[in-house]
């Protein structure tokens, strides 16, 4: 069983940067493929940004994000990244991040365990 608990998010102005992380416990992390997802209030939870296992060199990102999202993982930490720059009022959401075993994924619905999330809030 795999727990997650991300960290880093906050209050930022549009522009700013955060960095989010997620740190895991109980497995082998570098087994597991994750994934980043965000919700925001009265909407589904969305795809971000997914990295694969291992040395991770296979990333992809949502389009809403790409060129100012990147994702990254640290096997020696058991800890994923994802560094935010160039935030937007629109990217206000609850950030979550997810774990499967071995292939990244854009469907959450493939993702087996989840964090509790952490809010990011970008004021304009």
């Known amino acids: 069983q795999v727990q997650l608990v991300e960290s880093g998010g906050g209050l930022v102005q549009a522009g700013g940067s955060l960095r989010l992380s997620c740190a895991a416990s109980?497995?082998?992390?570098?087994?597991?493929?994750m994934g980043w997802f965000r919700q925001a209030p009265v909407k589904e939870r969305d795809f971000v940004a997914a990295?694969?296992?291992?040395?991770?060199?296979?990333?992809f990102y949502a389009e809403s994000v790409k060129g100012r999202f990147t994702i990254s993982r640290d096997n020696a930490k058991n800890t994923v990244y994802l560094q935010m720059n160039s935030l937007k009022p629109d990217d206000t959401a609850v950030y979550y991040c997810?774990?499967?075993?071995?292939?990244?994924?854009?469907?959450?619905?493939?993702?087996?365990?989840w964090g509790q999330g952490t809010q990011v809030t970008v004021s304009s």
């Open positions: 997810a774990a499967r075993a071995l292939v990244a994924s854009s469907s959450r619905s493939r993702y087996d365990y």
């Open positions: 990295i694969s296992s291992a040395s991770g060199g296979t990333k």
């Open positions: 109980g497995g082998t992390f570098s087994d597991y493929a």
